[in-house]
């Protein structure tokens, strides 16, 4: 079923192709840098992120207005923070 949420998606017509860039070489940089441009003014940009950020799921692309990378990295520092906390 599709989340409520994608319907009010920024990316709802564009070519989803463009959120997910092939390598990690600066073509495919700007590529993301471009699908990032398109998320900083989602109306559900949040949302878009929990859901990409959900642990059981291995989301590639650009998702909530960042990288793959981008979120494991945020990941690993939000266990850290959780980690001290406990």
């Given at each position: 079923?599709?989340?409520?949420w994608?319907a009010?998606?920024?990316?709802?017509n564009?070519?989803p192709?463009?959120?997910?860039?092939?390598g990690?070489?600066?073509?495919?940089l700007i590529?993301?840098?471009e699908?990032?441009?398109?998320?900083?003014g989602?109306p559900v940009?949040?949302e878009?992120l929990?859901?990409?950020?959900d642990?059981?799921r291995?989301?590639?692309?650009?998702?909530?207005?960042?990288?793959?990378?981008?979120?494991?990295a945020?990941?690993?520092?939000d266990r850290?923070?959780?980690?001290?906390?406990?």
């Open positions: 079923m599709l989340d409520s994608r009010r998606a920024a990316c709802q564009v070519d192709d463009l959120f997910f860039p092939v990690t070489g600066a073509p495919a590529q993301a840098d699908a990032k441009e398109i998320c900083r989602c940009r949040e878009c929990r859901w990409a950020m642990d059981s291995q989301v590639t692309g650009v998702w909530g207005g960042l990288r793959e990378d981008e979120r494991r945020l990941k690993r520092r850290r923070r959780a980690d001290r906390a406990n």
